[in-house]
């Protein structure tokens, strides 16, 4: 079946580095690649999401990098605060533009002030 | 107020026991989905639906059922719970995509943190 990795499972950073969390997938249909961040006792939230007609897109200090070649996409957060301390999933979607979306199994971010 | 509620926020239960948790949300989406959360393995699609009269089953569907009462609630059951079911579950809404069809952002609810001993 798809399949999406995400790796590392746990990052732990200095307040001010940055972080990146990458994602590959298998589904060469796929066409929509969301990230999502989960603060602890809350549901995931969107936080940037990019789709395959682009190949980078930035919001603030959050960025997502799309390599449709290789099937893989990256999450750069720069700068990092300890308010960004959570745990971040990527997700594809799969079965065609229509498809429902499948997550990683998650990165747990720690940012030590 | 939240924009997707789900009740009960903790529930501790027996095996055997039916156990149903409700979802509702004022976005005003026709999409409404229901995920399992498990340490370590990410959000599993449970079941989803498009639209009232449209039910889906996804990755993990055994043991589970749904039911559509109206576009704003969506309600998972669990008909006869059994321990390797405990787990944080969230509901989640989507609208309409962008042209092209890609559906939009999904908001899930706070989650149910369930417990069946």
């Known amino acids: 079946g798809e399949n999406v990795e995400q790796h590392p499972s746990t990052l732990s950073v200095q307040e001010g580095d940055s972080a990146v969390i990458k994602c590959t997938y298998s589904?060469?249909?796929?066409?929509?690649f969301p990230w999502y961040k989960q603060e602890l006792g809350k549901g995931p939230q969107l936080i940037i999401d990019?789709?395959?007609?682009?190949g980078e897109k930035k919001d603030q200090r959050i960025a997502v990098t799309l390599n449709k070649t290789a099937k893989h996409f990256s999450l750069h957060i720069t700068e990092t605060q300890p308010e960004d301390s959570a745990v971040y999933f990527c997700a594809v979607n799969y079965g065609g533009s229509q498809g429902n979306l499948i997550f990683g199994k998650g990165t747990k971010l720690s940012v030590k002030p | 107020d939240a924009d997707v509620t789900q009740t009960p926020r903790n529930r501790i239960t027996k095996t055997g026991k039916r156990i149903m948790l409700e979802c509702s949300q004022t976005?005003?989406?026709?999409?409404m989905y229901w995920y399992r959360q498990d340490p370590g393995l990410g959000l599993q699609l449970i079941y989803y639906?498009?639209?009232?009269?449209?039910?889906n089953k996804g990755e993990i569907s055994d043991g589970y059922s749904v039911s559509r009462q109206a576009q704003a609630k969506f309600s998972l059951s669990l008909e006869s719970a059994i321990p390797n079911q405990t787990a944080l579950y969230f509901c989640a809404t989507s609208g309409p995509g962008l042209a092209g069809g890609i559906f939009g952002e999904q908001f899930f609810g706070p989650g149910t943190r369930l417990t069946v001993l």
């Open positions: 976005k005003g989406h026709d999409r």
């Open positions: 589904d060469s249909a796929s066409n929509y």
């Open positions: 990019i789709r395959s007609n682009v």
């Open positions: 639906s498009f639209d009232v009269k449209d039910i």
